[in-house]
T-cell receptor, first 114, second 111 residues
Framework: KAGVTQTPRYLIKTRGQQVTLSCSPI?????VSWYQQTPGQGLQFLFE???????NKGNFPGRFSGRQFSNSRSEMNVSTLELGDSALYLC?????????????FGEGSRLTVL | SQQGEEDPQALSIQEGENATMNCSYK?????LQWYRQNSGRGLVHLIL?????REKHSGRLRVTLDTSKKSSSLLITASRAADTASYFC???????????FGGGTRLMVKP
């Protein structure tokens, strides 16, 4: 069974640009959540989708958005990039609707904003 | 914001020694999980302990949970060089699959 796949793995953008990151969950998993990891703030929850609906959202500005498609694949978008958006963005999937078990993480998309 | 703190932030031990990491959290929880992350890569789930459990074992891992003190500990016995990684605790509540992570402990196991 294939794991969680995130693309692209690495990308470099400049301030003001926008970026779209993609996440394909494990087959059959309907919950996809996104986390941002930085040296200063650690791992922070961005948002979670289940069956194409955003269920939870972390404390991030509106420049951060996401969506989930009918095949459970998810994308997140960051508009008007700032230097502080440089981070490892991690996607995780889960079979269940509520947290009764582990999350399966992808390898992440490392974004550098210049 | 992070749920709590992990202690120590960094730990260096010799192969064969035991490693203990502690995690504190702030709010009521449904469960507490421990994850491992090798440098700059994704997180791998290690073990989950529910709020009504006090201790759990998985191979060389032992996790304890004290909900009265809002704290947990992860013990890795007979450490190996391959255990070198960062270890994170994460708490889950009732809100879907949202986890709140601690700051992590960087473990180095010297051969």
């Amino acid at each position: 069974k294939a794991g969680v796949t995130q693309t692209p793995r690495y990308l470099i953008k400049t301030r003001g640009q926008q970026v779209t990151l993609s996440c394909s969950p494990i087959s059959g998993h309907r919950s996809v959540s996104w986390y941002q990891q930085t040296p200063g703030q650690g791992l922070q929850f961005l948002f979670e989708y289940f069956s194409e609906t955003q269920r939870n959202k972390g404390n991030f500005p509106g420049r951060f958005s996401g969506r989930q498609f009918s095949n459970s694949r998810s994308e997140m978008n960051v508009s008007t990039l700032e230097l502080g958006d440089s981070a490892l963005y991690l996607c995780a999937s889960s079979l269940k609707a509520i947290n009764t078990g582990e999350l399966f993480f992808g390898e992440g998309s490392r974004l550098t904003v210049l | 914001s992070q749920q709590g703190e992990e202690d120590p932030q960094a730990l260096s031990i010799q192969e064969g020694e035991n490693a203990t990491m502690n995690c504190s959290y702030k709010t009521s929880i449904n469960n507490l999980q421990w994850y491992r992350q090798n440098s700059g890569r994704g997180l791998v789930h290690l073990i989950l302990i529910r709020s009504n459990e006090r201790e759990k074992h998985s191979g060389r891992l032992r996790v304890t949970l004290d909900t009265s003190k809002k704290s947990s500990s992860l013990l890795i016995t007979a450490s190996r060089a391959a255990d070198t990684a960062s270890y994170f605790c994460a708490t889950g509540g009732d809100a879907g699959n949202m986890l709140t992570f601690g700051g992590g402990t960087r473990l180095m196991v010297k051969p």
